[in-house]
């Protein structure tokens, strides 16, 4: 690959002045990120992305996926006044896919490493979900977390004690990819002039594209409970969204700018 075309940096400087957040991964989001979502199956033909870029929104990918799981549930059940063979007859016509499977969507990620080769003049980026614990078929990745301060409340401990608790929330949402069915991981390189590297190396960030796979998504629920030593109460969320990873792309999210991709 040749020497990559001059940087858009005065275009960066300019969007950079009204993005404190810069992607979304296991980072909290912000109100100004959100309108750099594309909500919408992705073109893995795309040469150049949009700019500024995170891929689809994983709340709202999640949202979608849950809601389409409660109607393809809901569509599978035996109504009391169908008969068995309309029942059976329904569900072949129906088929076995979900209608997410047949797209492909793109995630934004943090690149696992990022290092730069100045007498090469070449980037080199690595993608790699970590292993799941105790699951052995997945990997996974970080895609977006979001903290709330939900308020705050009078409580008393068995001794009379009273304090004041302060309430909060957690949103996480992670990428679940089954090892089996896709690629597990993705290294590239980039040659890039050395002032042109050190400008975009803060801003490089990785594309996972993937297509969905049963369960599709699920979610966990934990409570933590305040106590008087410790006067915060917490409700986390896990919101799991599972695919096979089918390529990744490694670009700069301010300009589009892609550096390389697997495969």
């Known amino acids: 690959m040749g020497l990559l075309s001059e940087h858009s940096l005065a ?4 969007c950079e002045a009204f993005l404190i957040l810069a992607l979304a991964c296991a980072c909290p989001t912000t109100a ?12 893995a033909a795309a040469k150049v992305l949009p700019r500024p870029y995170y891929g689809y929104d994983p709340a709202e990918y999640f949202k979608v996926a849950h809601e389409e799981a409660v109607s393809e549930q809901k569509a599978r059940t035996k109504d009391e006044f169908e008969t068995t063979a309309q029942y059976q007859q329904r569900l072949k016509r129906m088929g076995l896919s979900n209608p997410l499977a047949a797209n492909t969507y793109a995630f934004g990620v943090k690149p696992t490493t990022v290092s730069y080769d100045a007498d090469k003049q070449t ?3 690595t993608f790699k979900p970590q292993e799941a614990q105790g699951n052995a078929l997945y990997l996974w990745t970080s895609l977006q977390t979001t903290v709330k301060d939900t308020g705050q409340h009078k409580a008393e401990n068995g001794f009379g004690a009273v304090f004041t608790v302060q309430e ?9 990819l089954a090892k089996a069915q896709g690629l597990t991981g993705c290294t590239a390189t980039a040659n890039v002039a050395p002032a042109e590297a050190k400008s975009m190396n803060p801003d490089i960030r990785a594309l996972a594209l993937m297509r969905p796979v049963a ?8 409570y933590s409970e ?16 599972f695919g096979r990873l089918i390529g990744v792309r490694f670009y ?8 390389g991709s697997c495969p």
């Open 168 to 176: 909060s929330s957690i949103s996480i949402y992670e990428l679940w």
């Open 215 to 222: 369960p599709f998504e699920s979610m966990d629920k934990d």
């Open 11 to 14: 275009w960066k400087s300019s």
């Open 226 to 241: 305040a106590t008087f030593s410790n006067p915060s109460e917490t409700r986390t969320t896990t919101a799991m969204i």
């Open 32 to 43: 100004s990120s959100q309108s750099y979502y594309r909500n919408e199956p992705f073109d």
């Open 252 to 259: 700069d999210w301010v300009t589009g700018q892609v550096l």
């Open 123 to 125: 980037f080199t980026l």
